[in-house]
Protein backbone atom coordinates (compact mmCIF):
# COMPACT_ATOMS: atom_id res chain seq x y z
CA UNK A 1 0.00 0.00 0.00
CA UNK A 2 1.41 3.65 -0.88
CA UNK A 3 1.96 5.85 1.83
CA UNK A 4 3.92 7.81 4.24
CA UNK A 5 5.57 6.47 7.09
CA UNK A 6 7.40 8.39 10.07
CA UNK A 7 9.49 6.50 12.51
CA UNK A 8 10.25 6.63 15.30
CA UNK A 9 6.16 6.97 16.52
CA UNK A 10 7.52 7.94 20.39
CA UNK A 11 11.09 9.62 20.94
CA UNK A 12 12.32 10.85 24.33
CA UNK A 13 15.23 13.24 24.22
CA UNK A 14 17.10 15.10 26.75
CA UNK A 15 17.85 18.83 26.82
CA UNK A 16 21.02 19.88 24.38
CA UNK A 17 20.76 16.75 22.03
CA UNK A 18 19.38 16.73 18.44
CA UNK A 19 17.27 14.23 17.35
CA UNK A 20 16.16 13.40 13.66
CA UNK A 21 12.57 12.17 12.54
CA UNK A 22 12.30 10.21 9.75
CA UNK A 23 9.58 10.44 6.86
CA UNK A 24 9.50 8.38 3.78
CA UNK A 25 6.46 8.30 1.13
CA UNK A 26 5.97 5.85 -1.69
CA UNK A 27 3.12 7.96 -3.06
CA UNK A 28 5.65 9.74 -6.12
CA UNK A 29 4.58 13.22 -4.69
CA UNK A 30 7.04 15.86 -5.53
CA UNK A 31 6.07 18.30 -2.61
CA UNK A 32 6.59 17.03 1.02
CA UNK A 33 6.16 19.18 4.25
CA UNK A 34 6.96 18.70 7.86
CA UNK A 35 4.16 20.38 10.46
CA UNK A 36 4.35 20.93 14.09
CA UNK A 37 0.66 20.30 16.56
CA UNK A 38 0.74 21.49 19.31
CA UNK A 39 -2.55 21.28 21.81
CA UNK A 40 -5.36 23.61 21.17
CA UNK A 41 -3.42 25.40 18.28
CA UNK A 42 -3.79 24.54 14.17
CA UNK A 43 -1.04 22.66 12.67
CA UNK A 44 2.03 25.22 11.87
CA UNK A 45 4.52 24.74 8.94
CA UNK A 46 7.76 23.73 9.84
CA UNK A 47 9.58 23.06 6.25
CA UNK A 48 8.71 22.25 3.25
CA UNK A 49 10.23 20.81 -0.64
CA UNK A 50 8.72 21.18 -4.04
CA UNK A 51 11.58 19.45 -5.73
CA UNK A 52 14.64 16.74 -4.80
CA UNK A 53 17.37 19.52 -3.37
CA UNK A 54 15.20 22.57 -2.56
CA UNK A 55 13.17 23.05 0.23
CA UNK A 56 12.02 26.16 1.95
CA UNK A 57 11.38 27.65 5.75
CA UNK A 58 7.66 27.84 6.83
CA UNK A 59 6.22 29.76 9.54
CA UNK A 60 8.92 28.81 12.34
CA UNK A 61 11.52 27.27 10.95
CA UNK A 62 13.96 28.10 14.10
CA UNK A 63 15.80 25.39 15.54
CA UNK A 64 14.71 22.79 12.75
CA UNK A 65 16.90 21.30 9.83
CA UNK A 66 15.98 19.37 7.09
CA UNK A 67 17.14 17.69 3.55
CA UNK A 68 15.84 16.51 0.65
CA UNK A 69 18.74 14.10 -0.87
CA UNK A 70 15.65 11.80 -2.87
CA UNK A 71 12.36 12.06 -3.48
CA UNK A 72 11.13 9.76 -1.18
CA UNK A 73 12.49 10.80 2.10
CA UNK A 74 12.44 14.31 3.91
CA UNK A 75 13.98 13.74 7.24
CA UNK A 76 13.29 16.74 9.98
CA UNK A 77 16.40 17.32 12.58
CA UNK A 78 15.39 19.02 15.58
CA UNK A 79 18.31 20.53 17.17
CA UNK A 80 19.21 21.99 20.63
CA UNK A 81 18.08 25.48 19.22
CA UNK A 82 14.79 24.77 19.21
CA UNK A 83 13.88 26.20 22.53
CA UNK A 84 10.05 24.23 23.37
CA UNK A 85 10.24 20.83 20.83
CA UNK A 86 7.99 18.49 23.14
CA UNK A 87 5.34 18.58 20.16
CA UNK A 88 3.44 16.23 17.79
CA UNK A 89 5.58 16.41 14.30
CA UNK A 90 3.10 15.28 11.12
CA UNK A 91 5.22 14.75 7.86
CA UNK A 92 2.84 14.62 4.65
CA UNK A 93 3.03 14.80 0.80
CA UNK A 94 1.05 16.02 -2.18
CA UNK A 95 1.24 15.53 -6.10
CA UNK A 96 2.82 17.59 -7.77
CA UNK A 97 4.77 20.87 -6.62
CA UNK A 98 2.12 22.89 -6.38
CA UNK A 99 -0.31 22.16 -3.07
CA UNK A 100 -4.08 21.58 -4.61
CA UNK A 101 -4.84 21.04 -0.65
CA UNK A 102 -5.04 17.34 -0.20
CA UNK A 103 -2.18 16.60 1.79
CA UNK A 104 -1.63 12.84 2.69
CA UNK A 105 -0.12 12.29 6.50
CA UNK A 106 1.82 10.46 8.38
CA UNK A 107 1.13 8.47 11.90
CA UNK A 108 2.80 11.03 13.32
CA UNK A 109 5.83 11.69 15.52
CA UNK A 110 5.95 12.68 18.88
CA UNK A 111 8.72 13.96 20.40
CA UNK A 112 9.32 14.57 24.44
CA UNK A 113 11.86 16.62 26.18
CA UNK A 114 13.09 15.29 29.47
CA UNK B 1 -1.67 37.09 7.44
CA UNK B 2 -3.76 33.98 6.85
CA UNK B 3 -6.22 33.52 10.07
CA UNK B 4 -8.73 30.29 10.49
CA UNK B 5 -11.09 30.21 13.85
CA UNK B 6 -12.82 26.99 14.30
CA UNK B 7 -15.64 26.97 16.21
CA UNK B 8 -17.12 25.53 18.85
CA UNK B 9 -13.72 23.69 20.22
CA UNK B 10 -16.08 20.55 21.58
CA UNK B 11 -18.87 19.49 20.67
CA UNK B 12 -20.88 16.26 22.38
CA UNK B 13 -23.78 14.85 20.18
CA UNK B 14 -25.49 12.23 20.78
CA UNK B 15 -26.06 9.70 18.37
CA UNK B 16 -28.46 10.85 15.81
CA UNK B 17 -28.20 14.37 16.51
CA UNK B 18 -27.26 16.81 13.20
CA UNK B 19 -25.15 19.45 14.19
CA UNK B 20 -22.87 22.09 12.30
CA UNK B 21 -19.28 23.17 12.83
CA UNK B 22 -18.36 26.29 11.91
CA UNK B 23 -14.91 27.78 10.25
CA UNK B 24 -14.36 31.28 10.01
CA UNK B 25 -11.76 32.71 7.52
CA UNK B 26 -9.48 35.54 6.42
CA UNK B 27 -7.53 35.15 3.47
CA UNK B 28 -6.09 37.43 0.69
CA UNK B 29 -7.83 35.31 -2.05
CA UNK B 30 -8.51 32.10 -1.37
CA UNK B 31 -7.31 29.65 -3.40
CA UNK B 32 -9.24 26.76 -1.59
CA UNK B 33 -10.75 25.93 2.31
CA UNK B 34 -10.26 22.25 3.17
CA UNK B 35 -11.54 19.54 5.91
CA UNK B 36 -9.46 17.27 7.36
CA UNK B 37 -10.61 14.64 9.81
CA UNK B 38 -8.28 13.17 12.52
CA UNK B 39 -8.54 10.64 15.10
CA UNK B 40 -6.29 10.82 17.86
CA UNK B 41 -2.97 9.89 17.88
CA UNK B 42 -2.96 10.14 14.50
CA UNK B 43 -1.98 12.12 11.33
CA UNK B 44 -4.85 14.02 9.69
CA UNK B 45 -7.01 12.38 6.67
CA UNK B 46 -8.47 14.94 4.15
CA UNK B 47 -12.06 14.85 3.50
CA UNK B 48 -12.88 17.69 0.89
CA UNK B 49 -11.88 20.69 -0.73
CA UNK B 50 -14.07 23.93 -1.65
CA UNK B 51 -12.71 26.50 -4.11
CA UNK B 52 -15.52 28.68 -4.58
CA UNK B 53 -18.51 30.08 -2.29
CA UNK B 54 -21.80 28.38 -2.62
CA UNK B 55 -20.10 25.04 -3.10
CA UNK B 56 -20.97 21.93 -1.73
CA UNK B 57 -19.44 18.04 -0.89
CA UNK B 58 -20.90 15.76 0.30
CA UNK B 59 -19.23 12.04 1.84
CA UNK B 60 -21.85 10.07 3.80
CA UNK B 61 -23.08 11.81 7.09
CA UNK B 62 -21.22 14.94 5.91
CA UNK B 63 -21.57 17.87 4.05
CA UNK B 64 -19.26 21.23 3.49
CA UNK B 65 -20.80 24.39 2.63
CA UNK B 66 -18.72 27.50 2.09
CA UNK B 67 -19.51 31.47 1.78
CA UNK B 68 -17.43 33.94 1.48
CA UNK B 69 -16.27 34.34 5.08
CA UNK B 70 -16.76 30.43 6.23
CA UNK B 71 -17.41 27.28 5.93
CA UNK B 72 -19.87 24.62 7.53
CA UNK B 73 -19.33 21.27 8.41
CA UNK B 74 -22.85 19.60 8.77
CA UNK B 75 -23.18 16.30 10.24
CA UNK B 76 -26.13 14.41 9.56
CA UNK B 77 -26.95 11.89 12.07
CA UNK B 78 -23.72 10.93 13.23
CA UNK B 79 -22.46 7.85 14.30
CA UNK B 80 -19.94 6.79 17.37
CA UNK B 81 -17.24 6.13 14.56
CA UNK B 82 -17.86 10.06 13.50
CA UNK B 83 -15.72 11.13 16.99
CA UNK B 84 -12.73 12.99 16.29
CA UNK B 85 -11.38 16.29 15.57
CA UNK B 86 -11.99 18.25 12.33
CA UNK B 87 -9.62 20.30 10.99
CA UNK B 88 -10.21 22.75 8.42
CA UNK B 89 -7.68 24.49 6.96
CA UNK B 90 -7.37 27.58 3.94
CA UNK B 91 -4.91 28.63 1.00
CA UNK B 92 -4.41 31.71 -0.41
CA UNK B 93 -3.69 32.40 -4.23
CA UNK B 94 0.23 32.20 -5.33
CA UNK B 95 0.98 30.18 -1.53
CA UNK B 96 2.31 27.06 -1.36
CA UNK B 97 1.33 26.86 2.29
CA UNK B 98 -2.00 25.81 4.21
CA UNK B 99 -2.89 27.87 7.49
CA UNK B 100 -5.14 25.63 9.93
CA UNK B 101 -7.01 25.75 12.32
CA UNK B 102 -7.35 24.53 15.95
CA UNK B 103 -9.89 22.42 14.76
CA UNK B 104 -13.10 21.08 16.55
CA UNK B 105 -13.45 17.95 18.44
CA UNK B 106 -16.65 15.56 17.75
CA UNK B 107 -17.99 13.18 20.56
CA UNK B 108 -20.69 11.34 19.60
CA UNK B 109 -21.93 9.41 21.89
CA UNK B 110 -23.95 5.58 21.64
Known amino acids: DGGITQSPKYLFRKEGQNVTLSCEQN?????MYWYRQDPGQGLRLIYY???????QKGDIAEGYSVSREKKESFPLTVTSAQKNPTAFYLC?????????????FGEGSRLTVL | EDQVTQSPEALRLQEGESSSLNCSYTVSGLRGLFWYRQDPGKGPEFLFT???AGEEKEKERLKATLTKKESFLHITAPKPEDSATYLC???????????FGAGTTVTVRA
Open chain 1, 92 to 104: ASSMGSIVTGELF
Open chain 2, 89 to 99: AVQAMNDYKLS
Open chain 2, 50 to 52: LYS
Open chain 1, 27 to 31: LNHDA
Open chain 1, 49 to 55: SQIVNDF
